[in-house]
Every structure is written in C-alpha cells, then in structure tokens.
C-alpha cells in the first residue's frame, strides 16, 4: 500500500469516527430532553455492558473509561 494510500485511509476512518460521534452527540441530547440525566445514565450501563462483552486485548478494543466520560458529558 502506498504511503497516500494509508494516508487516505487514515483519513477516511478519522471522518467517519467525526461523523458518528457527530450522531451519537445528537442522540444523547435528545436522550437528555426526553429522559434527563437517567436516560443517559441507563444508555451509558447499556454501552459498557456491550463493550464488556466485545472482549478487550485484541487490536482494537473499546474504552470503557471513554464511553463513559462521553456519555457523563452529556448528563
């Protein structure tokens, strides 16, 4: 693979993760509007409970510790 080409690549996945967390950001205020901070907080046991079960160790897992920093920002 050519350099520009993992460049491009690189590139591509950093907007994706943008977008999703442009989505994700929009969700948990409209979580917030209609459920308050206890919505968030039942989404955010629901998203470590899946990340637990995703497994850790391999060559990408997910952070828990993130997962939640994200959704306690938006209680």
């Known amino acids: 693979m050519t350099d520009q080409r993992i460049i491009d690549a690189i590139n591509s996945h950093g907007s994706d993760i943008k977008n999703i ?7 948990l205020q409209q979580l917030r509007e209609s459920q308050g901070a206890e919505g968030i907080e039942a989404a955010r046991l629901f998203a470590v409970t899946v990340a637990q079960e995703m497994g850790q160790g391999g060559p990408t897992s997910p952070d828990i510790d ?3 920093r994200v959704f306690n920002q938006h209680k």
């Open 66 to 68: 993130h997962i939640s």
């Open 21 to 27: 967390s442009c989505i994700l950001a929009g969700l």
